[in-house]
């Protein structure tokens, strides 16, 4: 269960507050209103507009005066469609409403994942809003909207954003908060704190999220967001108080389980072991349809947020994903027995996980007889939980050498899930132990196919494929999982000891130097080396690693015996002597030696 991204404080809670629509691919944008149609009025008011004196004083919008001659201008426009394309309303009406088809198109662009598309979608728009502004000033028209310039910036600021290029982003949110007394104004704070959390400018992240908290009072979830937020600044800057008194101005407003979890992270890392209960406490008794809630707005902080359905799988909801991890966290801290009545009032499946968690942890302290008692106990709670207690059970039988109980076991846990890599991993094993090397690699195989990863299934491969004499896929087997484990040293044994075996000796070599770089002072390796470099005629090296090899382990004969003949050679008698003086104390009675 990967639990890594628990602890992560990098995400912060409120998004953007005008981005798309996740599902809908909604876009922002402003209505334009529809000018009322000159045929909505009679004729006879037109008539008697005609018999009007005409003044040589217009109104200033006079193509949308009130008056009867205005309305008949209109219409007449209307009848003709060049004059009505020319109108200078009618121009800007025609820009509205392309700028409000850039704004959809660079929304659903962002839901596709399309960002640099989108951008240039949204400077476009920028670019025909300044047209507009300039138009309508140019000809006097006085219905000025300024929710599409909001609109427009703020699409253009997102889509900044999204393409990493936060000083633009800044630059264009800045824009956008000198528009004051705006009802969004709050969520442009909100994303210009995002961005300084993500360059880790938390003093300046802190800032605006405290301003927009001066400017939203009566949306409580949207409260308590921020609070969390300017609490994971505060965690970030290791003002670990600072952070306890937002969480928990958070859990007041807007209690849910993502906050509750990182107040709990706080108290750990304070060491305060009474509030620590106490937070745990509170996080197992909160209400399911908080997080539920908050995973459905698409929130994200120190855990990753997922969509909730009622019948999703365990490890698929963030609840509980959440709680399980603050128990694993509390368990060292906490009565194992108050622990788990504490997940038992809402939280079954994790109480039972856990109980399986300290069994294991029993296994490690090698009272294997109380883990053995608990995993039985776990055997008929689910058809999950039968499986994995099976397995775990398998091994340990297969531990202690009861390879026919742990055959056995085995079995009961493919019957429970016949996808389980660790359960074909364990059959496998019982097969190898009775020499049946073929079956085992049978079952090895049916555990990569299951789990590509699989590092014991690989592992166990290589060494079947040894018995069976098929050293080809050996090497193949040894270096795919060498891909995986880089640095361990029993891969790179193999893979070294098969190559000499094959009596590829240049290969062997090879890896044995890469070994012995990471295990310079075994002996062992080092004699292999010394033995490989001799039989290639490379004597200086094979007395270098020969004398290595004695330096570490002066007992070994087969390597004294090398370098005493070495000297003899070589007519250097007095330093064959030491060596043979040497030999002579590990086999004092041995007359080889000259004793």
């Not at 217009?58 to 205005?70: A, E, I, N, P, V």
Request: net charge neutral; proline share 3%.
């Amino acid at each position: 269960c990967k639990e890594d991204s628990v602890y992560d404080f990098d995400f912060v809670g409120i998004k953007n507050a005008l981005a798309p629509d996740s599902q809908s691919g909604g876009s922002v944008r402003t209505t334009v209103s529809r000018l009322g149609s000159p045929h909505s009025h009679s004729a006879s008011v037109a008539m008697r507009a005609l018999c009007r004196p005409l003044s040589s004083c217009l109104s200033k919008c006079d193509d949308t005066t009130d008056t009867g001659f205005g309305r008949l201008k209109m219409c007449v426009n209307r009848n003709n469609p060049i004059e009505e394309e020319q109108c200078p309303r009618s121009v800007a009406r025609n820009l509205e409403h392309q700028i409000n088809t850039l704004l959809d198109d660079t929304s659903i662009l962002r839901r596709d994942g399309k960002f640099q598309e989108a951008l240039e979608k949204a400077k476009l728009a920028v670019r025909k809003q300044e047209v507009l502004k300039k138009h309508r000033e140019d000809h006097s028209l006085c219905d000025v909207q300024k929710e599409l310039t909001f609109s427009v910036w703020f699409n253009v600021a997102l889509s900044y954003e999204t393409n990493d290029l936060l000083e633009e982003a800044i630059n264009a949110y800045t824009f956008l908060a000198k528009h004051r007394g705006h009802p969004l104004l709050c969520r442009v704070r909100i994303n210009l704190g995002n961005i300084y959390y993500a360059q880790h400018e938390y003093p300046s992240a802190i800032k605006m999220y405290k301003m927009a908290l001066d400017q939203t009072r009566n949306d409580k979830q949207t409260v308590g967001c921020i609070k969390r937020n300017i609490g994971n600044a505060f965690f970030r800057l290791g003002r670990l108080r600072d952070a306890v008194k937002n969480f928990k101005e958070s859990m007041v407003t807007f209690p849910n389980h993502q906050t509750g979890f990182n107040l709990l992270v706080c108290h750990l890392a304070l060491g305060d072991v009474e509030n620590i209960e106490k937070a745990f406490t509170k996080l197992v008794k909160l209400r399911h349809d908080s997080a539920i809630s908050s995973a459905r707005d698409g929130e994200e902080g120190m855990y990753e947020t997922v969509t909730i359905y009622p019948d999703a799988k365990l490890k698929h909801d963030a609840t509980n994903r959440a709680v399980l991890a603050a128990a694993r966290l509390v368990a060292p801290s906490m009565d194992p027995k108050e622990l788990i009545d504490t997940l038992k009032e809402g939280h079954e499946q994790l109480a039972i996980i856990m109980e399986h968690d300290q069994a294991v942890d029993r296994l490690k302290n090698n009272d294997t007889k109380t883990a053995v008692k608990t995993l039985k106990s776990l055997e008929t709670k689910s058809r999950e939980m039968k499986a994995l207690v099976a397995t775990n059970l398998s091994l340990i039988h297969f531990l202690e050498g009861d390879v026919d109980i742990a055959s056995s076991y085995a079995d009961i846990a493919l019957d429970a899930d016949r996808y389980n890599a660790k359960a074909l991993v364990s059959k496998g094993n019982c097969f190898f132990a009775s020499e049946d090397y073929a079956s085992a690699k049978d079952l090895y195989l049916e555990a990569v196919g299951v789990e590509a990863g699989c590092a014991q299934a690989i592992f166990n491969l290589g060494l079947s494929n040894v018995r069976l004499h098929e050293p080809e896929e050996a090497i193949q087997a040894f270096e795919k999982l060498h891909s995986i484990t880089p640095n361990s040293p029993a891969v790179i044994y193999h893979i070294a000891d098969i190559n000499e075996n094959r009596g590829q000796s240049q290969n062997a070599m090879k890896w044995f130097n890469v070994l012995a770089a990471s295990h310079s002072s075994d002996s062992a390796i080092l004699s292999r080396l010394a033995y490989l470099y001799a039989k290639s005629k490379d004597e200086s090296q094979s007395l270098h690693y020969h004398l290595e090899s004695f330096r570490h382990f002066p007992v070994d004969l087969d390597v004294i015996a090398w370098i005493g003949a070495w000297f003899v050679q070589r007519e250097m008698f007095d330093r064959s002597i030491y060596f043979f003086q040497q030999a002579a104390l590990v086999q004092p009675k041995e007359i080889k030696w000259g004793a």
